[in-house]
């Protein structure tokens, strides 16, 4: 079974722009969670998808977004970019049901210049 | 508010034991999770416990939670050098499946 697969994995891109990031989580696995990752503030939660709808979202402003398609697979947008969004952005993909297992992707590292 | 908190280092010798400490504040969690980040890489689950359990052993890996205390442990026996990484515990809390984590333990492991 293929893990979940984050795409880019590397990007830079220019205080202002914006960026969009996929996830393709594990067959099966209905769930996707998004994750952001920096030195200072660790690992934060941004929002969790289940069959296309946002179930929970973490305290980020709205400039982050996201959504998921019929096939599970789901992106995260975050518009104006600041230098301060520059993180490891991680997937997770979960077992539904009785299933309790989260796994993550390699993430994306983003870079704003 | 939820919390998670974590020693940030350890270093032991390759051989020894390891035993990465944490704890919570959440008394309705349902799960706790250790995961694993290597350089550059992304988060591998090692292990999971329900909070209705005490124990759960998996190879060389052993998790002991103490729920009255909010105590979460993960003891790494035979420590070898490929074990030298972050781990991060995290717990989930009863409604929905948001993770809040720890700032994370570098274990460092010498020859």
């Known amino acids: 079974k293929a893990g979940v697969t984050q795409t880019p994995r590397y990007l830079i891109k220019t205080r202002g722009q914006q960026v969009t990031l996929s996830c393709s989580p594990i067959?099966?696995?209905?769930?996707v969670s998004w994750y952001q990752q920096t030195p200072g503030q660790g690992l934060q939660f941004l929002f969790e998808y289940f069959s296309e709808t946002q179930r929970n979202k973490g305290n980020f402003p709205g400039r982050f977004s996201g959504r998921q398609f019929s096939n599970s697979r789901s992106e995260m947008n975050v518009s104006t970019l600041e230098l301060g969004d520059s993180a490891l952005y991680l997937c997770a993909s979960h077992e539904t049901g009785s299933g309790n297992t989260i796994y993550f992707g390699e993430g994306s590292w983003l870079t704003v210049v | 508010g939820e919390d998670v908190e974590q020693s940030l280092f350890l270093s032991v010798r390759e051989g020894d034991s390891s035993v990465i400490n944490c704890t919570y504040t959440d008394s309705s969690s349902t799960y706790l999770y250790w995961y694993k980040q290597e350089p550059g890489a992304g988060l591998q689950l090692l292990t999971y416990?329900?909070?209705?359990?005490d124990m759960k052993q998996d190879q060389r890996l052993t998790v002991l939670l103490n729920k009255k205390d909010k105590h979460l442990s993960l003891r790494i026996a035979d420590t070898q050098t490929g074990d030298s990484a972050i781990y991060f515990c995290a717990e989930r809390a009863q409604a929905g499946t948001a993770l809040i984590f720890g700032k994370g333990t570098t274990l460092s492991v010498s020859s």
């Open positions: 416990i329900f909070s209705n359990m």
């Open positions: 067959s099966g696995h209905r769930s």
